[in-house]
């Protein structure tokens, strides 16, 4: 089965954001050792498969082949996010950080923030990446302060209450 060539877009390429918390690492190492106990498997039903013959018509074959093509490129990918990984150590500061939790006054209310690295970004939770406009925003500033971020929507006015 061939795969259509694709010329690669501008997200195909992104490198990952190495900042996660110790959560988030326990969590991809979990993920990578149930993917490397899947393999074994994956890879003995292939060898199955290609003893019947006849590889052009054989589906099963086919699938197989495809999901531990899968399997395999997924353990690359989280081994690589693991050793590039650097975790977010929460250091007690009066200025805005990867790891702070943020509170904010804005025009509709109050709003609080932690902000994190990419790869666990939950706008809905109220994680922000450090690269959001808003995340970029706040680093570096105090208690009191108040910010204005250009947004999608327009301009918006944040007022920094509290930095945790």
């Known amino acids: 089965m061939r795969v259509p060539y694709r010329k690669p877009g501008k997200f195909s390429q992104m490198k990952m954001d190495p900042l996660m918390t110790k959560e988030k690492f326990?969590?991809?190492?979990?993920?990578?050792?149930?993917?490397?106990?899947?393999?074994?498997?994956?890879?003995?039903?292939?060898?199955?498969?290609?003893?019947?013959?006849d590889f052009s018509e054989n589906v099963e074959y086919q699938l197989a082949k495809g999901r531990l093509r899968g399997i395999n490129n997924a353990i690359l990918t989280l081994e690589n996010q693991l050793n590039q990984a650097e975790i977010i150590a929460p250091i007690k500061n009066?200025?805005?950080?990867?790891?702070?939790?943020?509170?904010?006054?804005?025009?509709?209310?109050?709003?609080?923030?932690?902000?994190?690295?990419?790869?666990?970004?939950?706008?809905?939770?109220?994680?922000?990446?450090?690269?959001s406009p808003i995340g970029e925003a706040l680093l570096g500033h105090t208690a009191g302060e108040v910010i204005k971020i250009r947004l999608a929507s327009g301009e918006a006015e944040y007022k920094i209450l509290k930095i945790e």
Do not use: F, H
Not at 31 to 47: C, D, H, S
Not at 103 to 129: D, F, R, V, W
């Open 94 to 131: 009066d200025k805005v950080q990867v790891g702070s939790v943020v509170t904010l006054k804005t025009e509709n209310g109050m709003k609080k923030y932690q902000i994190l690295g990419s790869a666990e970004a939950n706008p809905q939770k109220g994680i922000i990446s450090r690269n």
């Open 26 to 53: 326990a969590e991809l190492e979990d993920k990578l050792e149930k993917l490397k106990q899947k393999r074994p498997q994956a890879a003995a039903e292939v060898k199955r498969l290609a003893e019947l013959g």
